[in-house]
């Protein structure tokens, strides 16, 4: 029997890769999206939506407003609606299906973890930050788990930084080529009431300010595979960090960057050149300054091995298929 994937905010790079992998398996999928999409169903159109959930072998939930942004009020507000009301109306259309999706797996952040740069966080023993990212992740969570499904297995799957050809690696690619591929340095910073008050503004951490604030990532074939390894084994439910084992920081990150893409030098930005520079291409020092130090415990004791669990291994593999696409 084909399999019936239904993919929620599928429009992204990860969503577009599952989308891909599970159509070439032979499987139907169908996707959710903003009105104007190419998109099976729309959100709002409650009735389409509940259509597509019911009888689904598997839902898959990454909708969500991309935190690559300036924090204002306006993106503040949108980034919250924009996953807690979409998880919303998928959790009651399963409520209301005759035959619910046996799995539903909900796209979270590894983000939700304090800032850690003395022990990892695993599923057991991480501490849950503070600040509005943080704040954005457990109300995304919350409402993931609020209702009743006793029909549904539900994963909120903690995903740290996802590379891949389109991903968040993009922009670090073209720093690196340009010469700026050195580690992103931490420092002194002026706050304001109004982002201390939205809890947006990045406090400075003299420990990891030399460009040692962890980076935790994930191949995204790791993300497709992790997914169908929660397909197959129906005891794990509740939240699992999708997040590569072997974690590095932010100064060996880079470093393995530039020698993969063949790179001598890359000149290192300091806090107030990252602050400027947010400014001017609209995002947040946030996403680069941050310890993510996060380890995939759950998964490592159930079993799954990592198809890219170091780092030059996962980068070449990116880059090289980056140059073959690119000759085509």
């Not at 690559?68 to 980034?79: D, V, W």
């Not at 995304?140 to 930084?161: D, Q, Y």
Request: glycine share 8%; aromatic share 8%.
């Amino acid at each position: 029997m084909t399999q019936r994937v239904v993919i929620a905010g599928g429009s992204g790079f990860i969503g577009q890769y599952l989308a891909a992998a599970y159509r070439t398996a032979g499987a139907e999928v169908s996707s959710i999206g903003r009105q104007g999409s190419a998109s099976d169903a729309h959100w709002g159109d409650l009735p389409a939506i509940r259509q597509l959930v019911d009888g689904a072998d598997l839902l898959i939930n990454l909708a969500g407003k991309s935190v690559n942004c300036r924090y204002s009020e306006a993106n503040r507000a949108e980034i919250l609606r924009s996953r807690v009301d979409t998880t919303a109306a998928l959790s009651d259309a399963v409520q209301a299906a005759s035959a619910p999706p046996p799995l539903w797996i909900n796209s979270s952040t590894a983000t939700i973890y304090r800032h850690a740069d003395d022990r990892p966080m695993a599923e057991s023993t991480g501490e849950i930050g503070a600040g509005f990212s943080v704040g954005i992740a457990t109300a995304w969570e919350k409402t993931f788990f609020a209702a009743e499904l006793p029909g549904t297995r539900r994963v909120a799957l903690r995903m740290a930084i996802v590379l891949g050809d389109g991903s968040a690696l993009a922009p670090l690619i073209r720093l690196a080529r340009a010469g700026l591929g050195g580690p992103q340095l931490d420092g002194r910073w002026f706050s304001t009431r109004a982002r201390r008050a939205a809890g947006t503004f990045h406090e400075y951490r003299r420990r990891t300010s030399s460009g040692r604030q962890k980076f935790s990532w994930v191949h995204i074939e790791d993300v497709l595979q992790i997914i169908r390894f929660l397909e197959s084994h129906d005891r794990l439910e509740g939240v699992i960090n999708a997040s590569s084992p072997n974690p590095t920081d932010n100064r060996s990150f880079m470093s393995t960057l530039r020698r993969v893409l063949g790179v001598r030098f890359g000149l290192a930005p300091s806090r107030w050149m990252l602050e400027l520079g947010s400014m001017a291409i609209r995002t947040e020092t946030e996403l680069v300054l941050k310890s993510r130090w996060v380890v995939p415990e759950r998964l490592v004791d159930a079993g799954y091995t990592f198809r890219f669990p170091t780092l030059e291994p996962a980068l070449r593999n990116i880059v090289g298929t980056r140059r073959i696409r690119s000759s085509l």
